[in-house]
């Protein structure tokens, strides 16, 4: 899979899912010229208070991502604290479905997470995918969406479209 681009991380809010150290949202913010934000997500930042209660508590919390410059959130893929149609882009490396894809049914519904807090027109680049996983992701989602390439996958959501065109 092409690496992305400057042009592709560029004016985008981004999510890094399963970021560990958070590496790649400090090699953005070192590129201020390029006026992105990465929300890095992963379960290991917050283990001992991701209760369901305090999950609760925090999809109410980063609801208004928009107004909190929230940086880092600890979550799961497969249940992202984030409302619908957010991000503009988002990453996983060697993380969503790398590491998780021996468990399909979680693979699928981290696939189903992904798209909802996509934005129309907006993508999902995910490294690395066995075929198999490909496989899964391909068929748990269609319609609306674009998939691409092998070994790392990106997920496409198409504008949507009205009466007067391409929104
Ligand atoms: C091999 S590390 C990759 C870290 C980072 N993306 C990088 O490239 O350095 C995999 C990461 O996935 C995270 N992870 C595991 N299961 C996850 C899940 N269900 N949702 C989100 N992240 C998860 C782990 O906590 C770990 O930090």
Do not use: C
């Not at 999510?15 to 400090?26: C, N, Q, R, T, Y």
């Not at 917050?46 to 208004?64: P, S, Y």
């Not at 249940?79 to 149609?85: A, M, N, R, T």
């Not at 070994?151 to 009466?163: E, L, M, N, W, Y």
């Amino acid at each position: 899979m092409r690496k992305p681009s400057a042009e592709d991380v560029k004016e985008k809010l981004i999510l890094d899912l399963g970021s560990g150290g958070a590496g790649f949202a400090e090699g953005i913010k070192k590129h201020q010229e390029l006026s992105s934000r990465v929300v890095s997500l992963d379960p290991n930042y917050n283990l001992r208070t991701l209760t369901e209660e305090n999950r609760d508590l925090m999809q109410d919390a980063v609801k208004e991502i928009n107004e909190q410059k929230l940086e880092a959130v600890a979550g799961l893929s497969e249940s992202l604290p984030f409302k619908d149609e957010v991000f503009d882009l988002i990453i996983s490396n060697h993380a969503v479905p790398w590491h998780i894809s021996g468990d399909t049914e979680k693979v699928v519904k981290s696939i189903e997470e992904i798209v909802r807090v996509l934005k129309h027109g907006g993508e999902a680049r995910l490294h690395h995918v066995e075929e198999k996983i490909a496989q899964a992701i391909e068929s748990a989602i269609s319609g609306n969406y674009s998939i691409e390439s092998r070994k790392g996958i990106i997920i496409t959501r198409f504008p949507a479209v009205s009466a007067a065109g391409t929104l």
